[in-house]
């Protein structure tokens, strides 16, 4: 399975800006899929998650401004940043839960990171 990540870059603060990941390979059935985010000396966190039913979790710090989607024809997730704040400057990686044997046994696989940087 391989994840294309792409849409980062650089923003001012309060700007937008729409990250894309797309899973392709040897994909029976996608489960989750959702986008983490690391800045320099912090640990990996998750941003937003979306399973294949259209259920969202969010972290606190991107509550009513980041929005996840996905289109399960595409195998794609997107991520809609609004509001954007200098702390949410880090490399976004995607994450997928993908079965590949047609079993449901769901592994995760990760994408590249896309970097993000929000500054005036």
């Known amino acids: 399975v391989q994840l294309q990540a792409s849409g980062g870059g650089l923003v001012q603060p309060g700007g937008s800006l729409k990250l894309s990941c797309a899973a392709s390979?040897?994909?029976?059935?996608?489960?989750?899929m959702g986008w983490y985010r690391q800045a320099p000396g912090n640990q990996r966190e998750l941003v937003a998650e979306?399973?294949?039913?259209?259920?969202?979790n969010y972290a606190d710090s991107v509550k009513g401004r980041f929005t996840i989607s996905r289109d399960n024809a595409k195998n794609t997730a997107y991520l809609q940043m609004n509001s954007l704040k200098p702390e949410d400057t880090a490399v976004y990686f995607c994450?997928?839960?993908?079965?590949?044997?047609?079993?449901?046994?769901?592994?995760?696989?990760w994408g590249q990171g896309t970097l993000v940087t929000v500054s005036s």
């Open positions: 390979g040897n994909i029976f059935r996608l489960n989750s």
């Open positions: 979306i399973t294949s039913g259209g259920s969202t």
């Open positions: 994450r997928t839960l993908a079965d590949v044997t047609g079993r449901s046994i769901f592994r995760p696989y």
